[in-house]
């Protein structure tokens, strides 16, 4: 079992910056890829981004592509997910999962899951 607990959302202006983390206790960390997904409510859990268990492959959403960094510390199991130039459109309930294999985008191919982390973003 691995168990994810996020943090790090919160309120911010259009154009901000925020840092969500996700701290991983249990298996081993390393051995996971880990991902992060946003839900809206009404709408389908949409993927972000995603890197590998040895941190050297990652994966972006367009929607975030060059205004997002994932980054992973092994030493605190920990994965963030780093956001600049956050839009309205990035309100959401974001979501840390961990899968055994390569970093995938789909939310069928993860086995564990966060509760999530509310960012909003105001106009």
């Known amino acids: 079992q691995v168990q994810l607990v996020e943090s790090g959302g919160g309120l911010v202006q259009a154009g901000g910056s925020l840092r969500l983390s996700c701290a991983a206790s249990g298996r081993t960390f390393s051995s996971y890829a880990m991902g992060w997904f946003r839900q809206v409510p009404g709408k389908e859990r949409e993927f972000v981004v995603a890197i590998s268990w040895g941190g050297s492959n990652t994966r972006y959403a367009d929607s975030v592509k060059g205004r997002s960094t994932i980054s992973r510390d092994f030493a605190k199991n920990t994965v963030y997910l780093q956001m600049n130039s956050l839009k309205p459109e990035d309100t959401a309930v974001y979501f840390c999962?961990?899968?055994?294999?390569?970093?995938?985008?789909?939310?069928?191919?993860?086995?564990?899951w966060g509760q999530g982390t509310q960012v909003t973003v105001s106009s």
């Open positions: 999962a961990a899968r055994r294999g390569q970093p995938a985008t789909t939310q069928e191919s993860y086995e564990y």
